[in-house]
């Protein structure tokens, strides 16, 4: 590691802010997909512009989808997909477990690699799940890399699949449904399930897209055939993204006040508004505009956050900082994200001199004095801008490969000092 590649975090004793957010990551790149299968044009505003977003871009352009930038506006004009293709899946989950089950209504072979972290994470279900479709899939160990041979069609119907690992295997597969002969009823037979508001999400763009989708039970949901509308979609702002720059108010006593949240969303990031009241935070949402005021006094939580895992890395950052202990359960499934996320916080925070253990399914913290050194981000975004809030409170913490956010929020660096004034 070189000298180059430690970002030094910089502190703050309060600041007053206007933040405003890229588009979700999570919307970006479910509506890229049914843009791809629908049957017209259509246009995104305000799409996030990311590494994933681009990743999720080229895979579909390489399978005939046709796009253009008019400002921040992407139009997405859908062909016949064909291949042959290769798929670059980067660290990007959404594009190695949604772009499958698009790969089977191609023609031709597709292939499907990324980089060597993707080739650690769980591909196994949506393997299964597409030879259990009529597929043919090559594959040696049910995980990244591995080959699509692409019919044309898929006839679809009634799918039973293990999605314990991710609901994202859950998403792929209705994202795709609606172009499949029959359809699909997706019934999960597991014992956990994780992030149930992530499928409520991939339901709702379907809906909003002209198709019949809807929820069976907890555990099983129906996606009638149907074509897929196109026209004009407002993509809302990425509320995940929100959580470091609400984290900076409450560790430094500032305010942030962060433009366009919405009134009803199914992002899971619209749990930090009440986690954060709960942790310390005072948070107004008026007329759009979310402000969130800290005291620099932070409360420990015991919380099962299953629907909510994503905002773990950042949930953690605080609970290293608060005044009481932390327990953050129902998260077993981060094991298998861009990284082993319960290993790498509890490493990360016990480096700097922290108290941190790990559970069978989560993380539990106990107050500690923090020191600095350098926090290492195994190339996983979310890992980046938790060093980044610890670091605003603790003299001394660099944050290896900073330029990692670049996955979901390309200038981040940029907006953190703005954010403080630098």
Known sequence: MTESQLW???QSDGFTAHVNLPGSKSLTNRELVLSALA???????????SRDSELMIAALSSLGAEFSW????????????SGPARIDCGLAGTVMRFVPPLAMLANGEVFFDGDEGARKRPMATTIESLRALGGEVTSTDGKLPFT???????????????????????????????????GLVLTHRGETLPSLPHIEMTLETVRQRGVQAKTLSETSWQVMPSEISGGQIAIEP????????MAAAMVSAGTVTIPNWPTTTTQVGDHYRSILEQMGADIKLNDGLLTITGTGQ???IDMDLGEAGELTPTIAALAALASSPSRLTGIGH?????????????????????????????????????????WHTYHDHRMATSGAII???????????????????????DMWLEMLGS
């Open 148 to 182: 699509v041979l692409g019919a044309g069609s898929v006839q679809g119907g009634a799918l039973e699949i293990d999605a314990s690992a991710s609901s994202q295997f859950v998403s792929g597969l209705l994202l795709s449904a609606a172009r499949f002969d029959q």
């Open 391 to 413: 670091g605003l409170v603790v003299p001394g913490v660099k944050v290896e490969n900073i330029a990692t956010t670049s996955k979901t929020m390309p200038n981040f660096s």
């Open 334 to 374: 981060l094991r298998g994200h861009e990284t082993d996320r319960l290993k790498a916080l509890v490493t990360e925070i016990n480096s700097l001199g922290g108290n941190a253990m790990e559970l069978e399914d989560g993380i539990e913290i106990t107050p500690a004095k923090l020191s600095g050194g350098t």
């Open 238 to 245: 990425d509320l995940s993204n929100a959580g470091p720059f």
């Open 39 to 49: 049957h017209e044009k259509t246009t995104l505003q305000n799409p996030l512009v």
């Open 8 to 10: 030094s975090a910089p």
């Open 298 to 300: 932070i409360n420990g």
């Open 70 to 81: 008019s400002g921040a506006d992407l139009t997405i004009t859908p062909h016949e997909l």
